[in-house]
T-cell receptor, first 113, second 113 residues
């Protein structure tokens, strides 16, 4: 069975600074997808970024980028120029051949003004 | 309304009662999912469905039943509610390609007393 691990329950960053959230996963599959979702206090789940395992190039979306290390099964999220609106829970997720979408336990990000 | 909707938004029930949480999506997405979110556990997959009449267990299926007779609906039933099932429940849906985004409902907060 696949698992997703987020080892940082909480993180804090100063406004305008950069922060990196960690995620590791375990799978025997070679073809899969990885996602980062953001959950603000409203509880709405918002897709931040996605990565296809067969693409070596790291995905980027504006201030958000990932460091995808397939061999190490690592998928970290970097947030540049952090903004107050980035404060939220961040979830790493894995989707494999069965189509099921598995999440980590989340990292609560605080942004200090 | 277009999108994915859950009902009810809030529910209080007694131990031992049967309760059904509804999920409806208007996109004709193939995949649908049910998660529970608990502090310290992130989102845990209860059941998922790849198409009408096809359902599979997730990480925590015990005590829950699902059905999917129509593509757009995916109800989750707690046959005999227990206090440990007090949680926030999220329904989600996605199109068939596994790399596509999953869209989430607003969640149902269930309290079992």
């Amino acid at each position: 069975a696949q698992t997703v691990t987020q080892s940082q329950p909480e993180m804090s960053v100063q406004e305008a600074e950069t922060v990196t959230l960690s995620c590791t996963y375990d799978t025997s599959e070679s073809d899969y997808y990885l996602f980062w979702y953001k959950q603000p206090p409203s509880r709405q789940m918002i897709l931040v970024i996605r990565q296809e395992a067969y693409k070596q190039q790291n995905a980027t979306e504006n201030r958000f980028s990932v460091n995808f290390q397939k061999a190490a099964k690592s998928f970290s999220l970097k947030i540049s120029d952090s903004q107050l609106g980035d404060a939220a829970m961040y979830f790493c997720a894995y989707r494999g051949s069965q189509g099921n979408l598995i999440f980590g336990k989340g990292t609560k990000l605080s942004v200090k003004p | 309304d277009a999108g994915i909707t859950q009902s009810p938004r809030y529910k209080i029930t007694e131990t031992g009662r049967q309760v059904t949480l509804m999920c409806h999506q208007t996109w004709s997405h193939s995949y649908m999912f049910w998660y529970r979110q608990d502090l310290g556990h992130g989102l845990r997959l209860i059941y998922y469905s790849a198409a009408a009449d096809i359902t599979d267990k997730g990480e925590v299926p015990d005590g829950y039943v699902v059905s999917r007779s129509k593509t757009e609906n995916f109800p989750l039933t707690l046959e005999s509610a227990t206090r440990s099932q007090t949680s926030v429940y999220f329904c989600a849906s996605s199109e068939r390609p596994r790399g596509t985004e999953a869209f989430f409902g607003q969640g149902t907060r269930l309290t079992v007393v």
